[in-house]
C-alpha cells in the first residue's frame, strides 16, 4: 500500500505494521509524513499481516526483503525502514540483511514479550503447537488494546464489535502467528549487531506488551551509526494512535529531517520527557548495575 502522492524524488519511507495487524496502525504517522514531504509505503505480508493462516517467519522476511529490494531499484536516495511492535522487529530484521538502509525508526520494539499485560500462559505457546492447536487457536484482542486513552479505546472496542481490524490491530492472532513471532524475535536478538544504520527507538515506559528494556536492546546491541531514544510518559504500546501520538509524529519527522540532510543534527542524548520518566530510567539503570 502506498500513501503518498508527493513527487517521486522525495524520500521513501517503508513501514511495516504490527503482527496479525493492517496498515491502519500508520493512518495518522503516515499522513504526517506525507505532509512533511517524505513518501510512505505500509505493504501487507501474506500470513503476517491479518487475515488468514500464518506462514513461517522466514517467508515474512524473505517477502520483506524483496519487498524493498524491489523499491531500491527505482529510488535515486537510500529508503528508510520503520514498523511499530513486531513490525519495528521485522524492519530491523529487513536492515540486517539489505545493505543502504538509512534508518530505522523502531517504535514499540517487540523483541522480548516482557510487559505487565502478558499472560503468564505465553509461555506455553510451544506445547500448544505440539499439541496441534496452531491453527486452532485464536487469542482474542482485548482491553487495554494497547491504549492507555480511555476515549481512544472505547472507540476501538465498538470498532472490533463490528469488524475484525481497527487501528491499533486484528480482532484476534492465531497460536501459529505467535510462535512464529517468538522465532523472528530470537533472529533478529541474534543479528541486532549486524544493523547499522541510524535507529530512532521510540518507546512507552508503561508499554504493556514489551517494556522499555527492549528499546535498550536495540540501542546496545546494534552498530548503528546514530541512535536516537525517546521515552513516552502518557501512552501503552501502540504510540501511533494513542495519547502521544503528535509526539512520535513529530520526533520520527525531526529524526528523518536530520537522517536526510534537511538539517545539521546536534548532539543528541536520550531524550527524558519528564521528571517522572527521568526517575524510572534511573531506577532501571541501578537494576542492571545491581546484577
Known amino acids: ?57 522466514k517467508s515474512w522476511l524473505s517477502e520483506a526483503v524483496s519487498h524493498v529490494q524491489g523499491l531500491q531499484a527505482n529510488e535515486s536516495k537510500p529508503i528508510t525502514l520503520g514498523g511499530i511492535s513486531l513490525g519495528s522487529t521485522l524492519a530491523l530484521a529487513v536492515a540486517s540483511e539489505l545493505n543502504d ?31 496441534g492447536l496452531g491453527d486452532r487457536y485464536k487469542y482474542m484482542e482485548k482491553d487495554p488494546f494497547g491504549i492507555k486513552n480511555p476515549q481512544i479505546r472505547a472507540y476501538i472496542k465498538r470498532v472490533l464489535t463490528s469488524q475484525d481490524v481497527s487501528d491499533v490491530g486484528g480482532l484476534y492472532m492465531s497460536l501459529r502467528h505467535m510462535h ?3 522465532k523472528l524475535c530470537k ?27 527492549n528499546a535498550q536492546l536495540v540501542a546496545e546491541r546494534t552498530s548503528a551509526t546514530m541512535v536516537r531514544q ?14 502521544e501520538r503528535e509526539t ?3 520526533e520520527v519527522r525531526s529524526f528523518l529531517d536530520s537522517i536526510y540532510g534537511k538539517f545539521k543534527p546536534e548532539p543528541y542524548e536520550d531524550k527524558i520527557l519528564s521528571p517522572e520518566l527521568q526517575r524510572f530510567l534511573r531506577n532501571i539503570k541501578r537494576g542492571k548495575e545491581s546484577k
Open 230 to 243: 525517546i521515552y513516552l510518559g502518557d501512552s501503552y504500546h501502540m504510540i501511533t494512535v494513542d495519547n
Open 187 to 213: 533472529y533478529v536478538i541474534k543479528n541486532l549487531a549486524t544493523v547499522s544504520s541510524a535507529i530512532l527507538t521510540i518507546h512507552a515506559v508503561d508499554d504493556e506488551i514489551a517494556n522499555v528494556l
Open 101 to 131: 538502509i538509512l534508518g530505522v525508526l523502531a517504535l514499540s520494539t517487540t523483541l522480548k514479550y516482557n510487559g505487565w499485560a502478558v499472560p503468564w500462559y505465553r509461555a506455553l505457546i510451544p506445547a500448544g503447537m505440539v499439541l
Open 180 to 182: 512464529e513471532g517468538n
Open 1 to 57: 500500500m502506498n500513501l503518498a502522492t508527493n513527487d517521486d524524488s522525495s524520500p521513501l519511507i517503508v513501514l511495516f505494521h504490527g503482527l496479525s495487524s493492517s496498515p491502519l496502525e500508520f493512518n495518522f504517522l503516515g499522513s504526517q509524513l506525507i505532509a512533511a514531504g517524505y513518501r510512505v509505503n505500509t505493504p501487507s505480508i501474506q500470513g503476517y499481516s491479518f487475515g488468514g493462516n500464518a506462514t513461517s517467519w
Open 248 to 250: 512520535v509524529a513529530a
